[in-house]
């Protein structure tokens, strides 16, 4: 039996830009236009009662940005659309990163005032190293912005990839009028106002020229000379091209005011690929072995992106976000953690609309399905039904550019807060390492605002109050050898250096940019990775 028809049904991408483009704006507009929800919160409203739907975390609705990456599933023009909602800020780029390996496509949104902003460049080199699909939406074009040629330049530049103008903007600010869609050859005229449906705005025929000249005078005249400078300079839509990642079709629009967004859902309908299949590697007879591992394939298989402890603070609940790489999940099978070679036994397992679950009834490749646990899932792992022999990598963990010593002010709430540390750093909130040699714990983080949630969190859903000192740790490697006995003699010339992460993975704390290179040149047979997965692979091949 193979699920090709399920499978071609699925779409799952994820939003992805700069802070404050209007991201999680936009994932409301499309969470609202699907039909999955009735009223969407405004982001403007987070402080008072009704916040943003994606962002359900605490800390989230007192400072109003999204810190944790959301999974939300909705059907639409009998398609099943899975969308993952990710955080802007660039001190969570790694739970991003590891989002980006569950999708088969991104949305990009840009303010168009500010253009392509630092951290939709990181995001950018993320697609681009997997050839990701990317559909670029310009937001916010009520507001006064930059010109729509100048910011498609910049998004060619920034990509390294043409762009293909879908739909273009007449007039922009207090004269914006609304979008022509290039392929119906219509113009939507915009209208402002946040309740308004996109059945609701007027459309207006390209053929009736004399209306349009006459109603958005010169802006019209000028948006019509920008798109044909647009469109020849830019090649034809090719969806081939597209789905290799090698060209962009642009949207523009206002998400706050719902205009243009119609358009993005269609396109992520009609444009964006359904899943496409997966590298495995397992280890047979102590060698890696490499297969594609097609969506339609049998036998039920799928990875572990996401770990999120305490989404329901009522029952100290943890879910393992799973992305479906093949196969159907139904209720009530067997399942296998690859890493351990342990049946996983779920308490539930169910689909997301943000805070809303439901149980699963099925589901298929593409499909983000989370598996309530109470432990023995990490980040990474792969799940199966226990028919194959599989192992999907690809999910990165950085090594740590900042780190900070935890010290408990309570010392009685010892047991609350080795639990809650043990828990945030399987869910990758943070990256947490136990010194060998003993004393304090230390937390690794890519950026400040890592610090802050975790202190935060640790007090609020741990009752675990913590001060967080400096410490004399600039970065760390994770170790591996080919040899038990080189790794030995590494660890016993350093045993102040050593400490294991979260996975209980080896790993050599450095003081300085130089520490590394020096202890390479002394110990030549240790292999030093900055990304984690590379070093797990390589613990497993030596296992």
Not at 25 to 52: C, D, N, Y
Not at 274 to 294: D, F, H, Y
């Amino acid at each position: 039996m193979t699920f090709t028809a399920e499978t071609r049904r699925r779409r799952t991408f994820a939003i992805i830009s700069h802070p404050d483009a209007g991201k999680t704006t936009l994932t409301e507009k499309l969470l609202l236009f699907s039909g999955a929800i009735q009223i969407a919160g405004s982001v403007k409203a987070r402080k008072a009662s009704r916040h943003a739907t994606s962002d359900w975390m605490e800390i989230e609705k007192q400072r109003g940005i999204s810190v944790a990456s959301s999974v939300m599933q909705m059907s639409y023009r009998d398609h099943v659309v899975n969308l993952l909602d990710t955080p802007g800020h660039k001190d969570f780029s790694e739970d991003t990163y590891r989002v980006l390996t569950a999708v088969d496509s991104a949305l990009m949104v840009i303010d168009a005032a500010n253009g392509v902003e630092s951290q939709t460049r990181r995001l950018i080199e993320v697609c681009r190293q997997r050839d990701t699909p990317i559909i670029t939406f310009v937001n916010k074009m009520d507001r006064e912005v930059r010109d729509p040629l100048d910011i498609l330049d910049e998004v060619e530049r920034e990509l390294g990839m043409p762009c293909v103008p879908m739909t273009w903007p007449v007039g922009q600010g207090k004269s914006f009028g609304g979008i022509i869609n290039l392929h119906t050859q219509t113009m939507s005229v915009f209208e402002a106002g946040s309740e308004r449906r996109p059945q609701e705005f007027e459309h207006i025929r390209l053929a009736d020229t004399e209306v349009l000249k006459a109603r958005f005078g010169s802006n019209y005249d000028a948006a019509i000379d920008g798109m044909e400078l647009a469109t020849g300079a830019s090649p034809a839509f090719d969806r081939e091209a597209f789905l290799a990642g090698k060209q962009t079709p642009v949207f523009f629009g206002s998400g706050v005011n719902n205009f243009g967004v119609m358009e993005v859902l269609d396109a992520l309908v009609d444009l964006a690929p359904s899943p496409k299949s997966r590298t495995s590697t397992a280890v047979v007879n102590r060698q890696p072995v490499v297969t594609e591992v097609q969506p339609d394939d049998e036998a039920f298989s799928g990875v572990v992106f996401k770990v999120q402890a305490n989404m329901d603070a009522n029952h100290r609940d943890r879910i393992a976000f799973v992305r479906v790489a093949s196969g159907k999940y139904t209720p009530g099978m067997k399942l296998k953690v690859m890493r351990t070679a342990k049946e996983l036994r779920p308490t539930s397992v169910v689909t997301f609309m943000s805070q809303r679950r439901e149980a699963v009834d099925e589901a298929y490749a593409g499909d983000i399905i989370g598996f309530t646990t109470h432990g023995g899932v990490q980040l990474g792992d792969t799940i199966t039904d226990g028919s194959v022999n599989r192992l999907y990598t690809g999910l990165p963990f950085f090594a740590p550019e900042m780190f900070m010593t935890v010290v408990l002010k309570n010392p009685l709430r010892t047991k609350q807060l080795q639990q809650g540390l043990a828990q945030l750093g399987e869910e990758g909130a943070i990256q947490v390492f136990k010194p060998e040699a003993g004393g304090n714990m230390l937390l690794g983080a890519v950026g400040q605002l890592q610090f802050e949630v975790v202190q935060h969190r640790l007090k609020a859903e741990y009752d675990a109050d913590i001060r967080l000192e400096g410490c004399q740790y600039t970065g760390a490697r994770w170790i591996t050898a080919d040899k038990p006995e080189d790794l030995r003699e590494f660890v016993n010339a350093y045993p102040l250096r050593m400490a294991k992460d979260a996975a209980d993975t080896l790993a050599y704390l450095c003081t300085s940019p130089y520490d590394v290179r020096l202890a390479q040149e002394r110990f030549p047979k240790i292999h030093f990775h900055p990304l984690r997965e590379h070093a797990g692979l390589a613990l497993q091949s030596a296992s």
